[in-house]
Nanobody, 121 residues
Framework: QVQLVESGGGLVQAGGSLRLSCAASGNIFSINEMGWYRQAPGKQRELVAAITSGGSTNYADSVKGRFTIARDNAKNTVYLQMNSLKPEDPAVYYC???????????????WGQGPQVTVSS
């Protein structure tokens, strides 16, 4: 089992910055990739950014150049630095840990509780 604890959401003006943190605990050695997803009201959950255990990153086109995902392996924590926030960025942001369950030979996703990010114009 993996537990994810997020922090850092809140209200910011358009053009401002926020940093989200996600600390993983438990069976962290089963984690292959960690990422951030977001879900706005009435919309599907979408990938924002992800980072593999090796440090490779992947970003949604809508956030490239504005958001940066980083991973501190010593602290088992993933960060999402969000700069130049836009009115279309507000959503609940969920931390994700993609794991491999060796006993079941299949992947399994864990999710954090999802801090709210609000952007005022």
């Amino acid at each position: 089992q993996v537990q994810l604890v997020e922090s850092g959401g809140g209200l910011v003006q358009a053009g401002g910055s926020l940093r989200l943190s996600c600390a993983a605990s438990g069976n962290i050695f089963s984690i292959n990739e960690m990422g951030w997803y977001r879900q706005a009201p009435g919309k599907q959950r979408e990938l924002v950014a992800a980072i593999t255990s090796g440090g490779s990153t992947n970003y949604a086109d809508s956030v490239k150049g504005r958001f940066t995902i980083a991973r501190d392996n010593a602290k088992n924590t993933v960060y999402l630095q969000m700069n130049s926030l836009k009115p279309e960025d507000p959503a609940v942001y969920y931390c994700n840990a993609a794991t491999w369950v060796a006993t079941m030979m299949q992947p399994y996703d864990y999710w954090g509780q999802g801090p709210q990010v609000t952007v005022s114009s």
